[in-house]
């Protein structure tokens, strides 16, 4: 197999209808408290994972949990997994703080994430 390994699902976005409640459920599963608390965005770090909290799906209208995969090379990954058969559905693009996030479709519909800290 040729191209670059990902360094593993480190990221995880799960879309929420009550945030308040989402973020106290996360708090009591984690044992933490979310380390990014904003109306738009909840976020927990813990043993080098990120859940993060999305009302109403986000901006990217997210109806399901959304994994993404750690990758050196956001551009080098795309091009390789898109032509092994997935679809972009949102190209990379900065996210802020440094990180680059894309989203792809699988040829059965599910949504795979990618993220590439710079």
Do not use: C
């Not at 593993?8 to 106290?24: E, F, M, Q, W, Y």
């Not at 996030?101 to 040829?107: G, N, R």
Request: negative net charge; charged residues 15%.
């Amino acid at each position: 197999m040729t191209g670059s390994a990902t360094q593993g699902i480190k990221t995880v976005l799960h879309p929420v209808s009550d945030l308040a409640t989402a973020k106290a459920v996360y708090a009591a599963l984690l044992g933490i408290p979310p380390q990014t608390d904003e109306p738009y965005y909840v976020g927990f770090e813990t043993e080098g994972q990120h859940i993060g909290l999305l009302p109403g799906g986000g901006p990217q209208g997210l109806t399901s949990s959304l994994a993404y995969w750690h990758v050196p090379d956001i551009e080098a990954k795309l091009a390789e997994v898109t032509a092994a058969g997935a679809t972009v559905k949102e190209p990379a693009h900065d996210v802020g703080g440094g990180r680059l996030a894309a989203t792809l479709v699988d040829p059965d519909g599910n949504l795979l994430g990618l993220l590439q800290d710079r």
